[in-house]
């Protein structure tokens, strides 16, 4: 994979555009947006650039297979997918009018969610020696997504709730492909490669 696609990857898994009424929910309890907004995007480069480099290390400790990294990764983009396909009330992520979070839910899970972070495991654990390029995917994603968050109220004022909601779907359709070949690039590994080791 190269830096292209691991933006275009990346990008897809954070969905900026489809968090944007999650972050205008958050900007109401905020009196500084673009600062409010810079620091989230902050935070969630950095779980991202933790998972990079520490992830791999994780996984051994753990005695836990790249294999197995990418089944559950694909199960929770698909369970992602599917939410943004058909949406749900979203108040289970604690945002709370009037307050400015901090981490949650913006940073943490909505932008570095648990398929950003499987993502980004297992770019370094399958390809260790091209971790500049995943730091450069990082950092170029993070900041298409603050870009997008930072103009929010404007995006959401173009295009309406309706069109937030068309390209929300549009991202999750993406995101249900891309899970699904998670799934069977992973399940391929499970089953064919005791065949190839015999």
Known sequence: MDLISAIILLVI?????????????????TKRPYRFITREVFLASLVLLIALFLGPQLLRLL?????????????????ISIKLIFPTDTSWMGAKTGEEPILFPLAVPLVAGPSAVATVTLFSAQFPER??????AIFITMSVSLVTFSFAPVLHRI?????????ERLMGMLLTVIAIQMLITAIKEIFLAPVSGG
């Open 63 to 79: 005695d836990l297979s790249e294999e197995a990294l990418r089944l559950a990764g694909g199960i929770v983009l698909f369970l």
């Open 159 to 167: 295009v309406g709730p309706r069109g937030l909601a068309a390209f």
């Open 131 to 136: 971790m500049g390029v995943w730091v450069a």
């Open 13 to 29: 898994v954070t969905d900026p555009l489809g968090n944007l009424p999650m972050v205008l929910a958050c900007l109401e309890g």
